[in-house]
């Protein structure tokens, strides 16, 4: 059993920057591969970026890709995702997720079906 609990959420101004954080309990952490998931209001949730189990691949959607980065501790048990020039259109709440596969956060459909979800962190970008 892995909880996830997300931190680092909150106001701020576009253009600036944000750093979340997803503490995980367990003893299993580095067995799983990480992603960052966001929902905005009235939209679908989506992904945002992936990481392998040891740190040595990450993957991002083209919306963040450049602006955001995504790092793991597995020392520390946690995850986390630094966000710069951030938009209003990143508005969101932010989730952390487990999954025992790395490539399964690519395939359309499996979001039902990842290991682990955290509840959630609220991310608001103003103009």
């Known amino acids: 059993q892995v909880q996830l609990i997300e931190s680092g959420g909150g106001l701020v101004q576009a253009g600036g920057s944000l750093r979340l954080s997803c503490a995980a309990s367990?003893?299993?952490?580095?067995?799983?591969?990480m992603a960052w998931f966001r929902q905005a209001p009235g939209k679908e949730r989506e992904f945002v970026a992936a990481?392998?189990?040891?740190?040595?691949?990450?993957a991002y959607a083209d919306s963040v890709k450049g602006r955001f980065t995504i790092s793991r501790d597995n020392a520390k048990n946690m995850v986390y995702l630094q966000m710069n020039s951030l938009k209003p259109e990143d508005t969101a709440v932010y989730y952390c997720v487990a999954d025992h596969n790395y490539y399964r956060y690519f395939l359309p459909g499996l979001q039902s079906k990842y290991d682990y979800w955290g509840q959630g962190t609220q991310v608001t970008v103003s103009s």
């Open positions: 367990g003893r299993t952490f580095s067995t799983y591969a």
């Open positions: 990481i392998t189990t040891s740190g040595g691949n990450t």
